[in-house]
T-cell receptor, first 115, second 112 residues
């Protein structure tokens, strides 16, 4: 069974540009999460989809970040315009259901560098 | 105060050693507890869930003390391949969902 996949693995952009990250969850997983690790800090939650609906977007840092999951399959996270502090590793995770106790399985991450 | 606190280490131990990691969490409403392992520049991978009764998986033993809001991980007979960062992770269910809350991780280095 394929795991969570993310594209691209790395992205280097200049401040002010736009970047779109993609995540394909494990097949059949309705719950999809985005997380981010900024250098020197812990991994932090960004948002949670259940199918195509945003269940919780309390972790989104500001309105420069837009996440979508049209059709309830893959998800995209767009950063527009990117700022220096957006640099970090963006992880996507999925789980079979959203109940507590269910582990989440992570993708390899997208390493974003904003210059 | 951080929501999940861990000793960052590094813990440097020889092969065969026993090593213990501790973690505390601040939200008493936390309901699920996990240890994840993260290798350098890789994604976090689930090592084990942690249950109130304590649980063991081979050389790994996890304990949870809800009264003290404390979680531990014990690794016996350390192997070179155990070298990694160990992340203490909790989750709670609220109206919004089931986000995971991570500690910064404890780095383990096992040497021959």
């Amino acid at each position: 069974e394929a795991g969570v996949t993310q594209f691209p693995s790395h992205s280097v952009i200049e401040k002010g540009q736009t970047v779109t990250l993609r995540c394909d969850p494990i097949s059949g997983h309705d719950n999809l999460y985005w997380y981010r690790r900024v250098m020197g800090k812990e991994i932090k939650f960004l948002l949670h989809f259940v199918k195509e609906s945003k269940q919780d977007e309390s972790g989104m840092p500001n309105n420069r970040f837009l996440a979508e999951r049209t059709g309830g399959t893959y998800s995209t996270l767009k950063v527009q315009p990117a700022e220096l502090e957006d640099s970090g590793v963006y992880f996507c995770a999925s789980s079979q259901d959203g109940t507590t106790g269910r582990p989440q399985f992570f993708g390899p991450g997208t390493r974003l560098t904003v210059l | 105060r951080k929501e999940v606190e861990q000793d960052p280490g590094p813990f440097n131990v020889p092969e065969g050693a026993t090593v213990a990691f501790n973690c505390t969490y601040s939200n008493s409403a936390s309901q699920s507890f996990f240890w994840y392992r993260q290798d350098c520049r890789k994604e976090p991978k689930l090592l084990m869930s942690v249950y109130s009764s304590g649980n063991e998986d081979g050389r790994f033993t996890a304990q949870l003390n809800r009264a003290s809001q404390y979680i531990s991980l014990l690794i016996r007979d350390s192997k070179l391949s155990d070298s990694a960062t160990y992340l203490c992770v909790v989750s709670l269910v609220n109206q919004a969902g089931t986000a995971l809350i991570f500690g910064k991780g404890t780095t383990l280095s096992v040497s021959s």
